[in-house]
């Protein structure tokens, strides 16, 4: 035996032994030769064996009426994940096991059908229309479908490809403008804001008048769970799920469609049908999209050399000078409009000399006494330019689907991110959705649909107050600038309004979401036409509310920093039975009813907090506040 160290292989010789590294190194070369011709040899030997066994079948698949060519129809080898679509002419081709098998041909809106291979290479397939298309067959209650014609109730149908890649936020906003009937209003216009939704219109005054949602069959929580109080601009809930996951929402408006749901479906219904995997070869889809939004029409205000020509003009119409010529305001006498300006609209120290009142000049860079002897000298800044700013939104999704005729997958991944035209706001959400489904056997069925989500809500103060950001740039002259000469953020010595770039960038504020929805369900088919179904279903929410308000806001400065902490959790637990029958006489008689327990259980539980006097800006965490100035749960 020789054994080569270098290329770890051995060959035996008999009789024979050798001991020159010359012959070790030649006879291990020769082996490896062999070696490899002979792996060469049982390659295509075994790739010969791979073609006698496999062969290819084409053929064009066509509509039976019109005879024109189906794009896209799915063509499975049955039992397997073996598969491909038809091209643009309606042709497919397919390596198929050379002992035959079965070929599954399907396609939206038609029937399927099942055609054996024996011995044929080219197929002729006509698929005929599926009488009971998706436009003519809507879900109803607990996942009943009905023909449209059957329903007496008022229901509106809304496909996902209708509001596929659109740069909406969350399943409420895609019904604006596409359900009748249907009010959608933004309660604000920053990402990730709240959303209402009225199906037949306010129906109470104190209590919610939000529709009920329910995804794939389980009823979810929506609403605001924020307790920030940071006014119109609440959270949304309904922003966790991903609007690209959906396939089709119902609108279930008449409180005949709805009545199966009972109290809960007073304001109406939203069904939310998430996308499933389909049977065929398995698919890979990257999207990706990203745009740019501007606010237009925005006001045009005053410069600053016209603000301060405006206070002169001010008081010189309100004070004419007496006859004596002199500005005479009460018992005070002026030494010029300008001194009398600035110190109604700036408020700096006063000279008085012989009995005529000037003003002392402080050079703070706002609303000095040059500036009114000289308006032409004023600061100018435009607020409008200052706190609106070009968006930008992205999108980008990676999916995963596929199976065969027993089991099928969808693996979705999202990642959403726009930010706010007003500086300061924005909004991001990661996601994850996972759906499974099986079949057992022909009477059997089980399947699951998992979504994960992680929200966060980049928060302003867009209240209509003087600490809006909004108002703010409105009722904050233009000439006073953004900064003072020694870089400090420059104020409205007039008034307590917040500088609108210290409203927009300086506090801290942000919703974080964490959120998981989830469903199981199994399906039994006990005898014909009677299914007895089983959903277990779990909705988690747990929202984290944070903010700080440093010394360089007012509301910080007076109390050196305030922090907000809040938490909520909400876990809704939900368990379905329901047992249906469904038969068909003939062609146009149905017989169809459905008997449904369902039990729910919902824990909420929240708790704020709130503290001032911290050592630093840069220190927000709760904990270090001096004085804890609340603290609920």
Same mark, same amino acid.
């Given at each position: ?54 062969r ?18 799915t ?9 491909i ?119 109470s ?19 605001s ?13 309904l ?6 996951d ?29 996308? *499933? ?14 745009g740019?939004?501007?606010a237009?029409? *925005? ?18 119409? *309100? ?27 700036a ?14 000049d ?39 689907s ?117 469903s ?14 089983a ?44 047992l ?39 220190? *927000? ?13």
């Amino acid at each position: 035996m020789i054994y080569d160290n270098s290329c770890h292989c051995c060959s035996y010789i008999s009789g024979f032994t050798f001991h020159s590294p010359f012959t070790h190194f030649l006879l291990t070369n020769l082996y490896m030769k062999k070696s490899l011709l002979t792996s060469l040899l049982l390659l295509v030997t075994l790739f010969q064996v791979v073609l006698a066994q496999t062969r290819t079948v084409s053929g064009r698949v066509t509509d039976q009426k019109t005879g024109e060519s189906l794009p896209g129809v799915t063509v499975l080898l049955k039992g397997t994940s073996t598969g491909i679509s038809t091209n643009a002419d309606g042709a497919f081709s397919l390596p198929v096991p050379a002992a035959g098998g079965t070929l599954i041909f399907s396609s939206v809106n038609y029937l399927s059908q099942e055609r054996p291979i024996g011995t044929e290479s080219n197929f002729v397939v006509r698929l005929a229309a599926d009488a009971k298309s998706l436009d003519e067959v809507i879900v109803t209650g607990y996942g009943q479908q009905q023909e449209r014609r059957d329903v007496t109730g008022g229901v509106v149908t809304i496909k996902g490809s209708e509001f596929q890649n659109q740069p909406i936020v969350g399943v409420d906003q895609a019904l604006q403008g596409r359900a009748a009937g249907v009010q959608v209003t933004q309660n604000s216009g920053t990402p990730g804001s709240g959303v209402a939704v009225r199906v037949r219109g306010p129906g109470s005054i104190s209590a919610s008048n939000e529709p009920l949602y329910v995804i794939d069959g389980l009823p979810i929580n929506t609403g605001s769970y924020s307790q920030l109080g940071v006014g119109n601009q609440q959270t949304n809930a309904l922003s966790d799920l991903n609007p690209n996951d959906i396939a089709s929402m119902e609108v279930l408006k008449e409180a005949s469609a709805a009545a199966i749901y009972g109290s809960r479906a007073t304001n109406g219904v939203v069904l939310i049908t998430t996308k *499933r995997g389909q049977a065929g070869r398995n698919n890979v889809s990257l999207e990706y999209y990203t745009g740019i939004q501007n606010a237009w029409k *925005r006001p045009n205000p005053l410069t600053g050399p016209e603000q301060v020509q405006l206070f002169l003009d001010q008081v010189q119409n *309100r004070y004419p000078r007496n006859a004596a010529g002199n500005i005479v305001v009460g018992t005070v006498t002026w030494r010029s409009y300008a001194d009398l300006a600035a110190a109604t609209f700036a408020a700096p120290r006063r000279s008085t000399t012989a009995g005529v009142t000037s003003v002392i000049d402080d050079n703070t860079g706002v609303r000095d006494l040059r500036f009114f002897q000289d308006p032409s000298t004023a600061p100018s800044t435009n607020w409008g330019d200052q706190i609106f700013r070009t968006a930008r939104l992205s999108n980008y999704g990676l999916t995963f689907s596929g199976g065969n005729d027993r089991t099928r997958y969808r693996i979705a991944t999202n990642y959403f991110n726009q930010d706010g035209t007003i500086i300061g706001s924005g909004y991001q959400r990661a996601s994850a959705r996972l759906s499974l489904d099986n079949n057992l056997s022909s009477k059997v069925r089980m399947g699951t649909s998992v979504g994960l989500s992680r929200g966060t809500n980049i928060r302003i103060n867009n209240d209509n107050n003087i600490n809006g950001v909004l108002s703010a740039a409105i009722l904050v002259a233009s000439d006073i600038p953004v900064f003072r000469p020694d870089g400090t953020y420059a104020k409205d010595p007039g008034g307590s309004t917040e500088n609108p770039v210290v409203a927009g960038t300086e506090p801290y504020i942000r919703s974080v979401s964490d959120r998981l929805i989830g469903s199981y369900y199994a399906e039994f088919e006990l005898i014909k036409h009677l299914k007895y179904r089983a959903t277990f279903g779990l909705d988690y929410l747990a929202l984290n509310d944070q903010r700080f308000l440093p010394t360089t806001t007012n509301t910080g400065a007076g109390v050196n920093g305030q922090a907000t902490e809040a938490n909520a959790t909400d876990i809704n637990f939900n368990h379905i039975s329901s047992l249906s029958y469904d038969h068909v006489f003939g062609e146009n008689h149905t017989v169809s009813g459905i008997l449904v327990a369902e039990y729910q259980q919902d824990n909420y539980h929240d708790s704020f907090a709130q503290a001032t006097g911290f050592p630093s800006n840069a220190i *927000r965490q709760l904990s270090a506040g001096a004085t804890k100035v609340e603290a609920t749960s």
